[in-house]
């Protein structure tokens, strides 16, 4: 049944007999597993849920290209310089599939820009590290691409349908970005003692931050037990996160470089990675907007906004002339 799909500790769910007959019918079409389209009825609260987990998650695409776009101008061969122009425009367009996704739900693109540049809504805790060398740009591809991913892929399935399809697209391109983090891992970790050492920095720097992208324990999730019912969260934060590290350890092995946790062992009997405690004061410090990278992450959209207007007013006076002119063709 729904609410048992993830155990977050959070009990006050809403039980059938509270519901309205709208919402029974609406949780049976979630519990029959039939996507939700933006013009069907559902509940104020999960409209709400959708807009802020889209908008944060969009947000994010677009602050998240600011660490790598740093580096275009820097990266060491053409063919990198391509790889990584393409790859920070992908998720330019990630964050345009999902802030279409949200806007379906009646809240407009202006709208979650001002949240976003207010401080009302938040984005990934992981952009505000800063990317210190080239070896950060492979780290970012390898464990923040590849962390994306393993929350992402469940969200392909999630009740909503337009968020559900957007995420399909951006899977795929996800994983290629995954794959180009790695392969720059993969070059550094086999060339010089320098090179290597650095690949080793960047893991040390991005292993912790990369973990709590899949936010709080579950226990302190406030909205995960709501979102599960819902079947907005298929897989409980802590269980992705155990997910990412099962699968990435062995890479860093693959790499010959070692990950930055003395506790990290391998559970025999669990048949997965014990890890160590992960320094949720930071995670916190970092949310309330006192990370390395915060204010320069807000500034740089601010000035991008800023800096775009005459884009747009140019496009809206183009679009009035057109229309204007259509008026006087047909009159
Ligand atoms: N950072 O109750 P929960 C990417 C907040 S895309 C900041 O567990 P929920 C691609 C949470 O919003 C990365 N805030 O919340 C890329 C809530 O605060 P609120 C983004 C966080 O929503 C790669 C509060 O804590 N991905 O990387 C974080 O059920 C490379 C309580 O938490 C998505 O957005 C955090 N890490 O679960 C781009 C995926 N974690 O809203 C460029 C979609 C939690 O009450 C380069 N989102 N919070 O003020 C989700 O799956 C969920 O929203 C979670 C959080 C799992 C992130």
């Known amino acids: 049944?729904?609410?048992?799909?993830?155990?977050?500790?959070?009990?006050?769910?809403?039980?059938?007999?509270?519901?309205?007959?709208?919402?029974?019918?609406?949780?049976?079409?979630?519990?029959?597993?039939?996507?939700?389209?933006?013009?069907?009825?559902?509940?104020?609260?999960?409209?709400?849920?959708?807009?802020?987990?889209?908008?944060?998650?969009?947000?994010?695409?677009?602050?998240?290209?600011?660490?790598?776009?740093?580096?275009?101008?820097?990266?060491?061969?053409?063919?990198?310089?391509?790889?990584?122009?393409?790859?920070?425009?992908?998720?330019?367009?990630?964050?345009?599939?999902?802030?279409?996704?949200?806007?379906?739900?009646?809240?407009?693109?202006?709208?979650?820009?001002?949240?976003?540049?207010?401080?009302?809504?938040?984005?990934?805790?992981?952009?505000?590290?800063?990317?210190?060398?080239?070896?950060?740009?492979?780290?970012i591809g390898w464990l923040v691409d590849g962390a994306a991913i393993m929350n992402q892929i469940p969200l392909c399935r999630c009740s909503y349908g337009p968020y559900a399809r957007a995420m399909v697209r951006i899977c795929k391109e996800e994983s290629f970005h995954q794959r180009q983090g790695y392969d720059i891992m993969l070059k550094l970790c086999a060339g010089t003692p320098e090179q290597k050492a650095m690949a080793q920095d960047a893991l040390n720097r991005w292993w912790w931050p990369s973990l709590m992208m899949f936010g709080p324990p579950d226990a302190d999730s406030v909205h995960s037990a709501q979102s599960a019912q819902w079947k907005i969260k298929l897989l409980s934060n802590d269980e992705l996160r155990q997910r990412f590290v099962d699968q990435t350890v062995p890479q860093a092995d693959h790499l010959g470089i070692a990950m930055p946790d003395p506790d990290l062992r391998w559970n025999a009997d669990g048949g997965r990675y014990d890890f160590g405690a992960i320094d949720w004061t930071e995670f916190h410090s970092v949310l309330k907007g006192n990370g390395p990278c915060n204010r320069e992450r807000l500034a740089a959209r601010v000035k991008a906004w800023d800096d775009g207007a005459w884009v747009r007013d140019a496009a809206v006076a183009h679009a009035a002339k057109c229309a204007a002119r259509a008026v006087r063709a047909a009159a």
């Open 1 to 139: 049944m729904y609410a048992q799909l993830v155990e977050t500790g959070q009990k006050n769910l809403r039980q059938r007999e509270d519901m309205s007959p709208e919402e029974r019918a609406f949780q049976d079409r979630v519990d029959a597993d039939i996507k939700i389209e933006a013009k069907d009825w559902m509940p104020d609260a999960y409209r709400k849920t959708l807009i802020r987990q889209i908008q944060q998650h969009a947000h994010s695409e677009i602050v998240g290209m600011l660490p790598e776009g740093n580096w275009i101008g820097r990266a060491p061969s053409l063919q990198r310089k391509a790889i990584l122009m393409a790859k920070v425009q992908d998720e330019g367009g990630h964050g345009l599939y999902l802030y279409g996704a949200a806007e379906t739900l009646g809240v407009s693109r202006d709208q979650m820009v001002a949240d976003l540049h207010a401080g009302n809504s938040k984005y990934s805790s992981i952009f505000n590290y800063p990317t210190l060398t080239w070896a950060d740009i492979g780290a």
